[in-house]
């Protein structure tokens, strides 16, 4: 079974800090994604990688940077949060197979 | 222009019913792929059904199937027997051409509910 975990459930920052959402899979994956979900909106994509030091641009990228030092470990940055990045952030992982494998989220608030 | 619409943005179904769960989309790609999700109150996202634009016939998995009309361009879920654990928030997705690493484009979701 493929094993995506994210370092926290639940994580309250405030304005201005640097936050780091940390996403590790054991399944040897090429591809990461970093997705936001909010009420209404669905998820959007912020940033993708497809292999060791490797990404691209997702639909809304802003405020937002990703690392991806090792293979198993997808790592998002908010630089400087804002209120409005306050969301739930879903990791996912995908290999050969059609289906991406999604971790169990972080809801973030920024206060 | 939204590349994935979900018309429902809540649904109600009594216990043991069948459902259907609405879901179009838009691409001019010949070849893509159509997934849904369902998203419980936990949070996770946990992988459904697929369909290939090529796929001749509707896929099903256990008491999900999709009705596929790809002259229509909607790939509607349909949950048989509904039950209580098929509370949840669902999510239709399309996966455009080959090269795209996989990049799924999610819809807004449904919230299902399903009464005693």
């Known amino acids: 079974d493929v094993k995506v975990t994210q370092s926290s459930r639940y994580l309250v920052k405030r304005t201005g800090e640097k936050v780091f959402l940390e996403c590790v899979q054991d399944?040897?994956?090429?591809?990461m994604f970093w997705y936001r979900q909010d009420p209404g909106l669905g998820l959007r994509l912020i940033y993708f990688s497809y292999d060791v030091k490797m990404k691209e641009k997702g639909d809304i990228p802003e405020g937002y940077s990703v690392s991806r030092e090792k293979k198993e470990r997808f790592s998002l940055i908010l630089e400087s949060a804002s209120t409005n990045q306050t969301s739930m952030y879903l990791c996912?992982?995908?290999?050969?197979?059609?289906?991406?494998?999604f971790g169990p989220g972080t809801r973030l608030t920024v206060t | 222009a939204q590349k994935i619409t979900q018309t429902q943005p809540g649904m109600f179904v009594q216990e043991k019913e069948a459902v259907t769960l609405d879901c179009t989309y838009d691409t001019s790609d010949q070849s893509y792929g159509l997934f849904w999700y369902k998203q419980p109150s936990s949070g996770e996202m946990i992988f459904l059904i697929y369909q290939g634009s090529y796929d001749e016939q509707n896929a099903t998995e256990g008491r999900y199937s999709l009705n596929f009309q790809k002259a229509r361009k909607s790939a509607n879920l349909v949950i048989s027997a509904s039950q209580l654990g098929d509370s949840a928030m669902y999510f239709c997705a399309m996966r455009e051409a080959e090269g795209s690493q996989g990049n799924l484009i999610f819809g807004k979701g449904t919230k299902l509910s399903v009464k005693p």
């Open positions: 399944m040897d994956h090429e591809n």
């Open positions: 996912a992982t995908k290999e050969s197979s059609y289906e991406q494998y």
